[in-house]
């Protein structure tokens, strides 16, 4: 009888804080990068979001203004030391075939408009590949070098310079064809509830964005901004780990970075920004 008072004082905790906070954190900001870099924020959502949301919102919207301006300017943005590092590896010949990145593709800038299509069928795969995927296949199969591993080594550099090229570039992430099975698998696990808590992604980051939870303003958990600086952790955070730990969150057993229900999750969850500017490496709390 106590644990299920108890319970249920918990349950209405949770639900008042959430309830509590105001929509966004300001309705009015907008983001433009070292000044000249224009960012769309908000925009109407897709279609395929069939009315679930109206309007797709970056999660810089949801930040405070100290977080906001960090991401505004490059000097002051920490994940553009991670930028700079992979610039570095992108000259550098690596592997049995003795190439670099650079070998093949130029300069980083030659990259621009990648990202933002990401994560994507391939023909040759025969299978959805998420950007760090397809470097990984360039790395193994064009380099002779070894592939890194998702989120680690130089996977997170790697994937934050090429969103660098595309900033202002909108989301654009294709869902038909051969990729739709893998974006209704991906759909049906952002909708499923987990762990003791029972919550789904949607639970936070669909039904109660804007309001508060533990102290922290829920945004839509668009991964427009991605990979993002977290200052909670002080290092750059690629999806895939974000994902994990958010589940974790549930108190459920969790899937493993570049498991396929992650790289599911990330084609729906990246389609449901499709519209808004790739802005990574973005800055978060």
């Known amino acids: 009888m106590k644990a299920k008072m108890l319970r249920k004082v918990a ?83 690596e592997g049995s075939e003795g190439k670099s990145c650079a070998d093949c593709h130029g300069e980083p800038e030659e990259m621009a408009g990648v990202k933002p299509v990401y994560p994507k069928w391939s023909d040759s795969a025969g299978q959805v590949m998420t950007l760090q995927m397809q470097v990984n296949e360039c790395r193994t199969e064009r380099m002779g070098a070894e592939a890194w591993g998702v989120d680690k080594g130089g996977s997170i550099p790697m994937e934050a310079l090429l969103s660098s090229v595309s900033r202002g570039m909108p989301m654009n992430v294709a869902i038909d064809g051969p990729a739709q099975e893998t974006w209704e698998k ?31 303003h829920l945004s839509q958990g668009q991964i427009n901004g991605f ?51 790739v802005e990574g490496p973005s800055v978060r709390n």
């Open 227 to 277: 990979p993002t600086y977290r200052l909670k952790n002080t290092k750059l955070n690629g999806v895939h780990s974000r994902f994990k730990g958010c589940i974790r969150d549930t108190r459920a057993h969790t899937f493993n970075p570049g498991s396929p229900e992650f790289v599911a999750l990330e084609l729906y969850v990246a389609s449901r920004g499709n519209g808004l500017s």
């Open 186 to 216: 991906g759909k049906e696990i952002y909708y499923t509830r987990f762990g003791q808590l029972e919550l789904s992604c949607a639970s936070c980051h669909e039904e109660n964005y804007g309001n508060m939870i533990r102290a922290d």
């Open 11 to 93: 349950g209405l905790a949770v639900a008042t804080a959430m309830a509590a906070a105001p929509a966004v954190a300001d309705e009015d900001a907008e983001l433009v990068i070292n000044g000249e870099i224009e960012i769309v924020t908000r925009t109407a959502a897709p279609a395929h979001l069939d009315g679930h949301l109206n309007e797709v919102i970056s999660g810089w919207v949801f930040r405070s203004d100290r977080t906001q301006a960090m991401e505004m300017d490059d000097f002051d943005n920490p994940g553009m030391l991670f930028v700079d590092q992979a610039r570095d590896i992108w000259a550098t010949a």
